[in-house]
């Protein structure tokens, strides 16, 4: 990946890379600032291999440290700086990074707390406005840390600090909930991103320097990191970035910078309708609106290509797939199921596998549905630091993704379930296992169950049942709030309710079909 930069700098360093806000940045600025962090890096002693965690917005500065980190040989930790202490000290304990790049605003509950607690000694802070030519305010810093703009500053010039990593070397370790419940950091290789982000973007058609593209998924998680940060690196395209996502800020840029593709959850291009079907008609230079994440309803496909003029192209992938499983080719029209309604999220790309089984681990023929496996070079190398769960997933090649779908006579996918418990919101994963133990936490509740109920804008929504201790009252409010001081916000339930009792079978097993029928 560092290659393609390289060579994207060479030929068209002066040509505008990144459109952020007010600025604009060239290939060579981007560059040169890198070559800065990486310097910073090699000062404070991170080496080949070692860690960086990243816990930022989508910003200028998100992309300067990971390619800094990556120019150094070292990999990138994804945290969502949604993550509240508990959730980020884990993931840094657990992955052993020794510098944290994060936002001053978590200063105080993550980065003064992860010097103590965890293997990070250096802590790098940086807000999203400080690299703004307009409205910049006045620069935040602490006396345990130091600021991103001190070190583009102070390490702007020196020695070459690269150390380029190999295609079997770690990029990113990105984390997932795999095919079970218990969070786990997947180990992608450079050369999985290398493969994924070049597949996907030729088999989507939006390869080529001539394209511009809005970038609204969050780096932080592996879409980011593979269909907007590589996808941008391989094609040399110009990225119009969004720090976070407003559906009407999101159609003045596609307006303002004749923007040719985006990726986005159902969600994103639901609320991008709601506003441009209320403004004037505009002939709108965007052709490919490529999704993932959660369900495509069918109207959406339609209402795309008449407001915008755009094709949506649906694609299936998971974190251990490098975002890459499968897509719908350039210039082929959606297909749907006839007898389920269910959209096909594409073709598997050039070199990638995908095969339907049966319990047993049988293949099972066209229409028939059972297990979905997936191989080929997008699937990671394993979990971090946990070979048992590594081999559990990946055997003898094959991915076991525990989504439950078919495969049509021309090898067209059509996921109709997923593991049964998880939680599909507005495209982020939730378990309802780490959810129910967060609750039951609280004061007076003796148990909780978790599952997921429809809703119109996100897909699905976290909906909580708790059942008392004898003789507490409960604050739905209370609980809720509870939640959000220990959980990510898209994992907080949206519904809380109150039962006496919450229904198991004989073996003690909570019942969560019962609950959907509540």
Request: aromatic share 8%; charged share 20%; with cysteine.
């Amino acid at each position: 990946m560092v290659d393609m930069f390289a060579h994207h700098s060479a030929r068209h360093g002066s040509d505008i890379a990144l459109r952020f806000f007010d600025i604009a940045f060239s290939w060579h600025e981007i560059d040169d600032a890198s070559d800065a962090f990486a310097r910073y890096l090699a000062v404070v002693g991170v080496d080949r291999g070692d860690r960086v965690a990243l816990q930022l917005q989508n910003c200028p500065q998100f992309l300067i440290s990971l390619l800094g980190a990556w120019k150094r040989g070292a990999a990138v930790v994804l945290i969502g700086p949604m993550y509240r202490t508990e959730e980020t000290h884990g993931f840094l304990r657990k992955t052993s990074p020794l510098v944290l790049v994060t936002h001053p605003d978590l200063w105080e509950d993550v980065g003064r707390s992860a010097r103590e607690g965890t293997t990070v000694a250096h802590v790098v802070t940086t807000d999203h406005r400080d690299l703004l030519s307009a409205d910049q305010p006045e620069l935040i810093r602490f006396e345990d840390a130091t600021t991103l703009c001190d070190v583009l500053e102070n390490f702007a010039a020196g020695r070459d600090p690269r150390q380029l990593p190999g295609a079997d070397d770690l990029a990113v370790i990105a984390f997932t909930s795999g095919t079970t419940g218990s969070a786990k950091g997947s180990r992608t290789l450079h050369r999985n991103l290398s493969f994924a982000a070049t597949r996907w973007t030729a088999s989507s058609g939006v390869a080529g320097p001539g394209h511009v593209m809005l970038s609204v998924a969050p780096y932080v998680h592996i879409t980011g990191t593979v269909a907007n940060i590589a996808a941008w690196i391989v094609t040399g395209c110009e990225m119009v970035q969004m720090y976070r996502f407003d559906p009407a800020r999101a159609i003045d840029l596609l307006i303002a910078h004749e923007v040719t593709w985006m990726v986005g959850a159902a969600t994103v291009y639901i609320a991008m309708l709601q506003v441009a079907e209320q403004r004037a008609p505009h002939a709108y230079t965007i052709r490919n609106m490529l999704s993932g994440g959660a369900p495509i309803p069918w109207p959406l496909v339609e209402r795309l290509r008449t407001t915008f003029g755009a094709e949506l192209g649906p694609g299936w992938g998971m974190t251990e797939t490098t975002t890459l499983g499968t897509t719908t080719p350039h210039g082929e029209l959606i297909r749907r199921d006839d007898a389920t309604g269910v959209i096909s999220v594409g073709t598997p790309s050039p070199c990638v596998a995908i095969r339907i089984v049966d319990e047993s681990n049988a293949p099972l023929p066209p229409r028939a549905h059972g297990e979905v496996l997936i191989s080929g070079p997008n699937i990671v190398d394993g979990y971090w630091d946990d070979p048992a769960e590594s081999e559990k997933a990946i055997v003898d090649g094959w991915l076991h993704t525990g989504d439950v779908g078919f495969v049509d006579e021309d090898g067209w996918l059509y996921l109709v379930d997923r593991t049964k418990n998880m939680i599909i919101a507005s495209g982020y994963k939730v378990w309802p296992r780490e959810v129910e133990e967060v609750l039951c936490r609280i004061p007076g509740v003796r148990e909780a169950a978790v599952i997921g109920v429809p809703d119109e804008y996100r897909g699905e929504t976290v909906r909580a049942f708790v059942a008392p201790s004898s003789g507490a009252p409960l604050d739905t409010e209370a609980i809720t709030t509870f939640c959000r001081e220990h959980l990510a916000a898209y994992k907080v339930p949206r519904i809380v309710s109150v039962v006496e009792e919450i229904p198991k079978n004989a073996n003690g097993k909570v019942q969560r079909d019962e609950l959907r029928r509540l």
